[in-house]
């Protein structure tokens, strides 16, 4: 990407600055620069939409080495907010890494998923402070975290709550798109919101069904708060890599599914003006 245009662009969206940084891995790589954000808040999204749209004029392109790293401040998280949310991805991964379409390059090595060993762990342990879920997740206590642990590649990295002092998404394909890009953001606020309102999480896995993955991803996102139309794109981008249908579990019943009797029940409602499927 050319980086002056982008500076520019980037210290006059909003008075809000944005840098375009070079690192050892994109040198490694010969890809010109990744775009790094301030520290937003939530009413910072409109913002940071702008800035994506400011890339895109600017000419500034993506590929399949890009990816989107999501940062939330790990602050208000203790031991037992951050079992809650290795569990809640833990039991809803299958639908999470469907939905977010991840390359299997990327699952293999960057973004891996939770571990059975990490999930045992803090269920044998039950962890109530960060001391005692840094000795989990390390295996000992890490005192002096490195930049690049091995234990970063995972899509929920915690090694950054000893490193940076956040929690790391690191599921995310790149895109160009500020709607998508508004909906990843919203939902990693989501899950981090229910980890830490939430007295505890269940760790049972669930199962993929194609048949019922996208009613059982919307129901997860409902339950996740993203309800109502702030949340209606987040939910259209979320749900728009699953199959089956979102309305229906089991599938959308077909029209010779429907018995006669409830037709005519149907139609002499609607005839007579009233809400379907009330007897008049």
Request: glycine share 6%; proline share 5%.
């Amino acid at each position: 990407m050319p980086h002056e245009p982008l500076a520019q662009t980037f210290n006059t969206c909003n008075k809000i600055r944005y840098k375009a940084e070079m690192t050892s891995t994109l040198l490694l790589l010969r890809m010109r620069a990744e775009v790094v954000s301030p520290v937003l808040g939530y009413d910072d999204i409109p913002q940071l939409q702008e800035a994506v749209r400011a890339i895109r004029r600017a000419g500034g392109k993506i590929n399949s080495q890009c990816g989107i790293h999501i940062h939330i401040d790990a602050a208000p998280f203790d031991g037992r907010h951050l079992g809650n949310l290795a569990k809640i991805i833990y039991k809803q991964e299958p639908l999470i890494l469907h939905a977010l379409g991840i390359s299997r390059d990327r699952l293999n090595r960057y973004t891996r998923p939770v571990s059975d060993e990490l999930i045992q762990r803090i269920e044998q342990h039950r962890p109530r402070t960060k001391d005692k879920l840094n000795r989990i997740w390390y295996g000992y206590h890490n005192r002096q975290p490195q930049h690049y642990d091995s234990s970063r590649y995972h899509g929920v990295n915690l090694h950054n709550v000893w490193y940076r002092g956040t929690v790391e998404f690191r599921w995310f394909e790149a895109t160009l798109h500020a709607g998508r890009i508004k909906a990843y953001l919203q939902f990693c606020l989501a899950v981090a919101a229910k980890a830490l309102n939430g007295r505890a999480a269940s760790s049972r896995k669930r199962d993929f069904d194609p048949q019922s993955a996208k009613y059982d991803f919307r129901v997860f996102l409902l339950h996740l708060g993203l309800i109502g139309d702030e949340f209606k794109t987040a939910r259209k981008h979320l749900m728009a890599n699953m199959p089956g249908d979102a309305a229906f579990k089991n599938g959308r019943p077909k029209p010779e599914d429907v018995l006669p009797d409830e037709t005519e029940t149907t139609n002499l409602t609607n005839e007579a003006g009233q809400v379907p499927g009330l007897t008049v």
